[in-house]
């Protein structure tokens, strides 16, 4: 049995890909297995009867699943042009989306030669040289079986997550079908006791200040500009009388815009720089299904899953949205301890000022702050070029060769 395999999803905008791999091939640690899982497609899937509810609401009403779309081929084409040894696998696009991805990679046991695999999506970006190498020796821990992403690590009560779609004065057909999946999905769930008990005891957000909706940015300090931490701080002074902005380290809880200081929240274990903490809570989880599995949680969760034929419920339209949750349930329903940590940051929406930043000029922002002063790149179309890479990092010029 290898020792440990990163998963990559790979499915449009190349330099999302582009900044993953960069990202990659500034690892000091360089002893792993990379796959590829391209998502072929775009979710159409009209000939699948789970879906024949969704096309007759959709011609009736127009409204769609916005976060469907299309698959690049260019990303094959600049994967296959780098040095690096890549095995390849194919899955469809569909409502299931990463977690789908996921449930047949997993279904398939992809992973069952490796004792840890690392399943991340494309635009994810390592936050220093030595995050990949903070996470391998954070598996010689002996409780070390699920770690999640931290930087959007969030909780939702179940009241608002049960109504998210019901809440409008004009709610849609499609609103509401939605919502139904939504619900239907946990009470499938919940045929399993151990599921239902924990279904059962959900209310709201345990921590949090918000007992509705709380999302807690455990990053680096790194991803902050000097205006971020002048304006953070100026923010928190001003409405909490708060300076752990100042501090070292701080964790954000958003939408309130309060600075914690760690050790506040949770005990952390660092290493090379890289934080980590347990979560007992089964009910906070990692935005857009990004995690590191043992070999031993992967055998239970797919002994649970065949129990029960789980894997169905990434079969209907809408899955994507009820079962991002569940990965965070999943460590305390099989029995194991769950950790976060701060060493992966894949960009969707700013922290302070909430506006997206998954595009090319966000990606190479957060490079250039990861890897300041050994890596510079920018932004080239649908691609990104490398302006400067330091001479020590020649191991980062022979994964990428001449194509950056």
């Known amino acids: 049995m290898s020792d440990f395999g990163i998963f990559i999803l790979a499915h449009h905008n190349p330099w999302l890909m582009m900044g993953s791999i960069i990202s990659l091939a500034m690892q000091s640690e360089k002893d792993f297995d990379l796959n590829i899982v391209y998502i072929r497609g775009n979710g159409i899937c009209q000939s699948n009867p789970n879906y024949k509810t969704f096309y007759e609401i959709q ?5 769609d699943n916005y976060q ?5 081929e260019r990303i094959l084409d600049f994967l296959k042009s780098i040095n690096l040894k890549i095995k390849f696998f194919e899955v469809d696009n569909d409502h299931g989306l990463d977690t789908g991805a996921w449930y047949k990679v997993i279904r398939h046991k992809l992973w069952k030669k490796y004792k840890f695999s690392l399943m991340l999506m494309e635009g994810f970006l390592f936050t220093g040289v030595n995050s990949l190498k903070a996470i391998k020796k954070f598996t010689e821990h002996q409780d070390c079986h699920f770690v999640d992403m931290g930087f959007e690590k969030r909780c939702i009560s179940k009241k608002s997550f049960m109504e998210m779609y019901l809440r409008g004065n004009n709610t ?7 919502q139904q999946i939504i ?3 946990y009470k499938f769930f919940c045929i399993d006791k151990d599921f239902k008990k924990i279904y059962d005891e959900w ?5 949090a200040k918000l007992e509705d909706i709380s999302t807690f940015n455990y990053v680096t300090r790194k991803i902050y500009s000097s205006l971020d931490i002048l304006k953070l701080g100026l923010f928190n002074l001003r409405k909490y009388r708060n300076i752990n902005v100042f501090s070292k380290r701080f964790v954000l809880e958003n939408p309130i815009g309060f600075c914690h200081k760690p050790k506040k929240l949770f005990k952390e274990i660092s290493i090379k720089g890289t934080n980590f903490h347990e979560e007992k809570s089964p009910y906070y989880f990692g935005c857009m299904c990004q995690h590191l599995f043992s070999n031993q949680f992967l055998q239970s969760l797919t002994a649970k899953y065949d129990e029960h034929n789980f894997w169905s419920a990434a079969d209907l339209p809408f899955s994507a949205t009820p079962l991002e949750l569940i990965w965070g ?3 305390k329903w099989l029995g194991y301890k769950k950790w976060y940590f701060d ?4 960009p969707r929406k700013n922290f302070i000022s909430f506006r997206r930043e998954d595009d090319v000029e966000g990606i190479c922002r957060y490079l250039n702050r990861y890897y300041k002063k050994i890596l510079r790149v920018l932004p080239d179309g649908d691609s990104i ?8 990092m020649s191991h980062a010029r022979k994964i990428l060769n001449d194509l950056f």
Do not use: Q, W
């Open 68 to 72: 469907l779309t299309n698959d690049d």
């Open 329 to 331: 349930v999943m460590p």
């Open 172 to 178: 849609s057909d499609m609103e509401v079908y939605h």
């Open 59 to 63: 011609k009736k009403s127009k409204e």
């Open 343 to 346: 060493g992966i940051h894949r």
């Open 203 to 207: 209310v709201n957000c345990p921590g």
């Open 385 to 392: 070029k490398i302006a400067f890479l330091d001479k020590r």
């Open 183 to 185: 619900n239907d999905t």
